[in-house]
């Protein structure tokens, strides 16, 4: 659905692999769901977040760990979707977050 709407898209099927993948690569847009194989969302926001890497990240999962999210504020997601979303959702998010981060980068 993202590489239909324009989007160069990697996928990783599981963090840890995709924690690989974002070592060697520059990307705009972190996105990712919670419950993963090897290393969580939360566990791939931090890696993400503790090696200073700036992407924003959407969190697309069924439910926001919002007790982690309050213990460590740092790890909260840019934008959340929650499932089950619709197609429409997440691309709206993907735009809206995208946007965002460009608004930013002009001022």
Same mark, same amino acid.
């Given at each position: 659905m993202l590489i239909g709407a324009g989007y160069d898209v990697d996928t990783a099927?599981?963090?840890?692999? $995709?924690?690989?993948?974002i070592?060697? @690569?520059t990307f705009d847009l972190l996105i990712t769901d919670n419950s993963m194989p090897?290393?969580?969302g939360i566990e791939l926001?931090?890696?993400v977040r503790? $090696?200073?890497?700036?992407?924003?990240?959407i969190m697309a999962t069924a439910a926001l760990p919002k007790d982690?999210?309050?213990?460590f504020p740092c790890l909260r997601p840019t934008a959340a979707?929650? @499932?089950?979303?619709?197609?429409?959702?997440?691309?709206?998010t993907v735009k809206n977050v995208l946007c965002e981060? $460009?608004?930013v980068a002009i001022c």
């Open positions: 099927e599981d963090g840890a692999v $995709a924690w690989d993948i070592q060697l @690569k090897n290393v969580t926001i931090r890696k503790a $090696a200073g890497i700036a992407v924003p990240i982690v999210f309050a213990q979707v929650i @499932k089950p979303y619709t197609l429409e959702d997440l691309l709206g981060i $460009a608004s």
